[in-house]
Nanobody, 131 residues
Framework: QVQLVESGGGSVQAGGSLSLSCAAS????????VGWFRQAPGKEREGVAA????????DYADSVKGRFTISQDNDKNTVYLQMNSLKPEDTAMYYC????????????????????????WGKGTLVTISS
């Protein structure tokens, strides 16, 4: 019943920007925890950005701070990831994930765990940054 669908991936040159969207169906983002994760070929999945949709509190990986912004639109039941000043090392499959309603983002441990503890996952959208 719960489905997360990512969109907005593509191929851009270094220094460019992309905006990713995560739309939910059969699920409401309010008062839960939503994050973006990425995985490059041959590497482990890593946390990129997350948001506590009830409070608006956010967390970012050190590698993207100052360049990426996570936000939400409750009317559209969508979470976004605005990515600016993109670098070749940002190339990866980007996934949206969320926790069951009522589960907190407390401690943000799922970021370091590469998404461990998230309940729902999208299929991903590919981001490729050329030099």
């Amino acid at each position: 019943q719960v489905q997360l669908v990512e969109s907005g991936g593509g191929s851009v040159q270094a220094g460019g920007s992309l905006s990713l969207s995560c739309a939910a169906s059969g699920y409401t983002f309010s008062y839960n925890c939503v994050g973006w994760f990425r995985q490059a070929p041959g590497k482990e999945r890593e946390g990129v950005a997350a948001i506590s949709t009830g409070s608006g509190t956010t967390d970012y990986a050190d590698s993207v701070k100052g360049r990426f912004t996570i936000s939400q639109d409750n009317d559209k039941n969508t979470v976004y990831l605005q990515m600016n000043s993109l670098k070749p090392e940002d190339t990866a499959m980007y996934y949206c994930a969320a926790r069951e309603r009522g589960r907190r983002c407390g401690g943000w441990s799922f970021m370091a765990q590469g998404g461990g503890g998230m309940d729902y996952w999208g299929k991903g959208t590919l981001v490729t940054i050329s030099s």
